[in-house]
Each structure stands twice: as structure tokens, then as C-alpha cells.
């Protein structure tokens, strides 16, 4: 199969810094060269329109927040295009099954576990974006390679183009992305990944308090974490 670069939905702002990036670093004539490899038989997951979903909810003047995941769930029809995001109607994964314990446990809130979409948390201005856009299904870290100097990239773009922006940071792989970042003008927020094979409990992590006590700060709306 031969991909090519999908931008029909993504926001105008996004769109040269997208389209440069996967120029740039050949994406998506290394996902066919490694697709090839394997005779083409192994699905790449998610489907080639919902690559860059994360990218179709808001200009880069509204973002927010950024939580970063490690790479696409590797189950056929829960990749979606945003990290920890699942579609409606799906059995949550153990590690979004945890961060809806925190929000309940942190939030005083209550959440629909039902409900894996983030969508909404998307459209307040979180970009829900893995460090790897896509995998072979059954494969994780499959396509890090491929995807590694573009995610560095696009996060010292963000980095250099924006002020006050929250990092959301869990686990050592989403840490990697802190040398791109510059601390003097943007926030970072470090955790444990939520796993349950995680070594420090995620019930506690208060990234959700201190997300909204920041954007508080700066007279911007707060996050409404809840899904019902």
C-alpha cells in the first residue's frame, strides 16, 4: 500500500507545519518501504484519514494544552488519531481506565467509562497527540522510528511559536520531548504514565487541578475534563 499525506481536515494553521514535516522527514514513503518489508500484510493502524484527527479541532493560536501519548493503540478499531482516545462504545484500555479514576478521584467529578472518546477534551484546545502517528496492528513502537525527528520537530515549532502552553508529560517517553521544549515560556506537568505497571500510583496525579489552576491564571477558560 502507498500512503500518502491526508491533511483534508486539518486546521489551516496546522497545515504548511504538517505538510513540511512529513516532506521533510519522508514519512510516509518510510511507512511504505517498512510496510513492504512486510509484504503488506500487517494493517497500519489508524486508517490513513484519522492520522492527523489531532490536528482538525483548533487553530494553533486557541491551543492550550498538550498531552502526549506514546503511540496508537495497537487493537484494530480503537486508534483514532488521539493519544488515549478511543471511539464511543469501545472497552476502555487499563491505562484511560486510570486516568478516568484520577479525574474522579482528583476532580470530584464523575465519568462516563463507557465513554473513551476525548474528542471533546480535543475541541477546548488540548492536542492529543502521540510521539508516533502510526503502528502495525498487534506491533507498538512499530513506526517510532519513522515518526521520532517529526514529533521533536513539530514540538520546538510549537515550542517556538507559542507562550504559556501546558505540557502534559506522563511516563519517561513523553519526558523525552522536554530538550525541545523552552521552559522560560511554557509549563510542564511530569507523572508517572497511568499503566497499572506504572511504579508510582496515577490515582493522585493532580495534572488536572494544576492544568485548570494555570489557565485560571491567565484569564483562559478552564478545562472541563468530564465526559457526561
Known sequence: MNYSINLDN?????????????????????ITELD???NNEIPILPNNELIFKAFNHFELDDLNVILIGQDPYINKNQAMGLSFSIPTNTKLPPSLKNIYKCIENTCQTKMNFNNGDLTHWANQGILLLNKTLTVF??????????WKNFTNDLIKIISD????IIFILWGNDAKSIIPFIDQNKHHIL????PS??????????DHFIKTNLILKEKNKKIINWSNI
Do not use: A, M
Open 10 to 30: 486539518v486546521k489551516e494553521s496546522w497545515y504548511n507545519i504538517i505538510n513540511s514535516l512529513c516532506i521533510k522527514h519522508d514519512i510516509f514513503n518510510k
Open 36 to 38: 513492504s518489508k512486510y
Open 137 to 146: 496492528e498487534k506491533l507498538s513502537n512499530s513506526h517510532k522510528k519513522i
Open 161 to 164: 511559536n507559542t507562550n504559556g
Open 190 to 193: 511530569q507523572h508517572t504514565h
Open 196 to 205: 497499572p505497571l506504572s511504579r508510582k500510583p496515577f490515582i493522585n496525579c
